[in-house]
């Protein structure tokens, strides 16, 4: 199997299967995010301990892009403190706009989607679920 066929089936499993999907009864924190080129949205809730995130949903209504994006995401930021989330969030956002093909070891294993960087079009579609946590650690600052 050639490592793009790798990375697209990763995104299509977790697109297919995605990880923490639902939404927290009660959460800590709640953020909304919505696509403005193609009316798709999603919602983040999170659970804190303290600093750290110990539970984390999304509820997704959007492409395979943007569910595998949130899946992916999910997965990475949990037990992490929202201060190292963020910063993990800054980092993807830079890999997304910068024309080297390295990535950051932080967000290595979001390479399946750095890689679509090329499709300017799909950004938005990966940036959305991160845009919601941006959402929220910004609201735990106020
Ligand atoms: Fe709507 Fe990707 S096309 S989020």
């Known amino acids: ?19 923490n999907s639902g939404r927290i009864d009660n ?9 403005p080129l193609c009316g798709d949205e999603l919602e983040l ?17 959007g492409c395979s892009i943007c569910q ?7 997965e990475l930021i949990l037990a ?3 201060k190292e989330a963020r910063q993990t969030s800054h980092i ?12 950051p070891e932080t967000v290595e294993s979001l390479r399946p989607l750095i890689d ?7 950004i938005k579609c990966m940036k959305l679920a991160w845009d ?4 929220c650690a910004a609201q735990h600052q106020t």
């Open 1 to 19: 199997m050639t490592t793009p066929t790798i990375y697209r089936d990763l995104l299509l499993e977790h697109a297919r299967h995605p990880k």
């Open 27 to 35: 959460p800590d924190l709640q953020a909304f995010a919505q696509n």
């Open 45 to 61: 809730t999170l659970a804190l301990s303290g600093e750290v995130i110990q539970d984390c949903k999304t509820q997704v209504r």
């Open 68 to 74: 595998a994006s949130a899946s992916m995401m999910s």
């Open 80 to 82: 992490k403190t929202l």
């Open 92 to 103: 993807f956002t830079e890999s997304l706009r910068k024309a080297t093909s390295e990535i």
């Open 116 to 122: 679509l960087k090329t499709h300017r079009s799909r």
């Open 132 to 135: 919601a946590l941006e959402d």
